[in-house]
């Protein structure tokens, strides 16, 4: 309807939605909240989410998008939304909305900074595609319709990945990639399934990116994006900010690069130093974080059609840590369930438990019950931000190091973040307090209630 008319069909869309949500409980109080407050958006031809819409409609096929908001908003979103707050109640976990997984530790790239370009051939890892499609079988029973592939190098498993997507169309699949290998057949092979969109790894422009990911990169993955634009295929950007590369990465060019490109969501993220030898010093300064920030809130969201997630600096919005099944896991090239991408430590396998069993382990229920990790939600992480809380959950559940060739001690890794961690709590204390979030959580406190009773 949308595709057809955007103005002349949106009411008609906004009482649809709006019957539906008053037909049971398929749609909960907050969810009707946003969905009405998207309205007021997309009413605005100037506002910047409307224009990202149109930024859709006239770029992105229309059946891929049609599949997208099924999959995502209804299975995900509302369907798969309910039945994880069931799970939750009924099993006293956390059930994620999205599950992170590695088909292999396998990468044809040795980046600097990445745990990945430590494994030997030796020490690579892979599941096997029935571990793949169980995990994917299992998380849909349990509500979780999202599933994003890491690695190593996802598409190094381009097959399998497109056997997923076909074998459970009712999904939405994307995949960190560094695009090297995205050629002209599987950009065919995503047009025809229409249930996965990928997120390529990008530093910055040539310069920046190929320093870190090797002589080439660049222009690889800037051809991958074209191949998939030729196709009216939807795709987006991940970027990895450090001390180094962070002037390229906000630049007014960089960003009007992406939109130029085609690219309709960026995932922003800062560096982590996790492995052996990983270079403490790409750590983004707390100047930097607190410029990430006003970059991302103060411009972009305002004035640039992509949509952008700054991890770490959104913790405002979902509440702290997401990590732990609150919104997702990690579960490596070994079967390892951890609660997060850079936290490598586990005390449950999918090889040995079922999904659910995983959930209710007591690393991820000692995530259930520490989070929030500090009542300042902009210092959401127990790793980056908030020294001591990993170490404490790790040594309290007998958690143990999941990397293949270094296990690396908990407390080693903690000191590595410990100076940026005091700067930043510094830095962002005066963000917090201009928060709206912050407001509400005092207001709660005054009138005697839990203060983070707004997180659920």
């Known amino acids: 309807m949308l595709y057809d008319d955007f103005d002349g069909n949106l009411p008609k869309v906004e009482s649809m939605v709006n019957k539906f949500a008053g037909s049971g409980d398929k749609i909960n109080d907050a969810q009707l909240r946003l969905f009405n407050m998207v309205m007021g958006y997309m009413k605005d031809p100037d506002n910047n989410w409307r224009r990202l819409v149109d930024n859709v409609i006239n770029n992105v096929d229309r059946e891929v998008a049609r599949t997208f908001v099924q999959n995502f908003f209804v299975n995900s979103v509302t369907l798969g939304g309910n039945i994880q707050r069931q799970v939750n109640e009924r099993e006293g976990c956390n059930c994620p909305w999205a599950i992170l997984m590695d088909p292999t530790t396998a990468c044809n790239l ?5 745990w990945a370009a430590n494994y030997t051939d030796s020490k690579q890892k892979s599941m096997t595609f029935d571990e793949l499609n169980s995990i994917i079988t299992q998380g849909k029973e349990l509500g979780t319709y999202v599933y994003l592939y890491t690695g190593g190098e996802p598409t190094l498993r381009k097959r399998d990945l497109i056997r997923l997507c076909e074998l459970h169309p009712d999904c939405y699949f994307s995949a960190f990639t560094n695009g090297t290998l995205v050629d002209e057949e599987f950009a065919d092979e995503i047009a025809r399934v229409k249930n ?36 009216r295929l939807p ?30 969501f960026a995932w922003i993220f800062t560096y982590m130093p996790v492995g052996l030898g990983a270079p403490v010093e790409l750590l983004a300064t707390a100047e930097q974080r ?3 920030y006003h970059k991302v809130r103060d411009n972009w969201r305002n004035n640039v059609p992509i949509f952008f ?67 300042n939600m902009l210092r959401p992480c127990p790793l980056l931000d ?19 060739t270094h296990p690396e001690d908990v407390d080693e890794l903690e000191s590595k973040t410990k100076a940026v961690a005091e700067r930043w709590a510094v ?9 709206p979030k912050k407001r509400l959580s005092d207001r709660l406190a005054a009138e005697g209630k839990d203060p983070n009773s707004w997180i659920s």
């Open 110 to 114: 040795h980046c600097n900074g990445c």
């Open 196 to 231: 996965f969109m990928p997120a390529f790894s990008i530093e910055g422009f040539e310069e920046a990116t190929d320093a870190r990911r090797g002589k080439g990169t660049f222009a690889k993955v800037t051809h991958a994006m074209d191949l998939l634009r030729e196709r």
């Open 235 to 264: 795709f987006g950007a991940s970027i990895c900010y450090t001390s180094q590369n962070y002037d390229s990465i906000t630049s007014d060019e960089f960003i009007q690069f992406l939109v130029d490109k085609g690219v309709l």
């Open 290 to 292: 607190s410029g990430m």
């Open 309 to 375: 997630a700054d991890f770490w600096n959104d913790g405002e919005y979902t509440g702290g840590c997401i990590a732990g099944g609150r919104r997702y896991l990690h579960i490596n090239a070994g079967g390892d369930a951890e609660p997060c991408a850079f936290i490598h430590y586990s005390d449950s396998n999918i090889r040995e438990k079922s999904l659910l069993e995983c959930y209710k382990s007591p690393l991820f229920k000692s995530y259930q019950a520490h989070q929030p990790f500090n009542t």
């Open 386 to 404: 908030n020294p001591g809380r990993l170490s404490e959950m790790v040594h309290e559940t007998g958690a143990k190091s999941t990397d293949y």
């Open 427 to 435: 830095a962002s204390e005066p963000l917090w307090e201009k928060s």
